[in-house]
């Protein structure tokens, strides 16, 4: 599987986050893969935060727009 070399979040950001929950090691494949997942998470968050602002007539998306967004993804 190619790197995603077209991506908004840092390789070297993830390659972090895992790190810091106690891998010693992360391939860069495995990196790759939590960074498409979180990517896709976040563009499906901001979607539905779009749409919650435009319910309120609102163009500018606010922190609540965002946490009303995530409720379906985070427990």
Known sequence: MAINTESEIAL???H???KKYG???VSDTAADELRRILEALAEN???QAVQLA???HRKT???EDITLASKNYIK
């Open 12 to 14: 070297a950001s993830i």
């Open 45 to 47: 968050i901001a979607k």
């Open 54 to 56: 435009g319910h309120a």
């Open 16 to 18: 972090r986050i895992i």
């Open 61 to 63: 998306i606010k922190t």
């Open 23 to 25: 891998a010693e090691r």
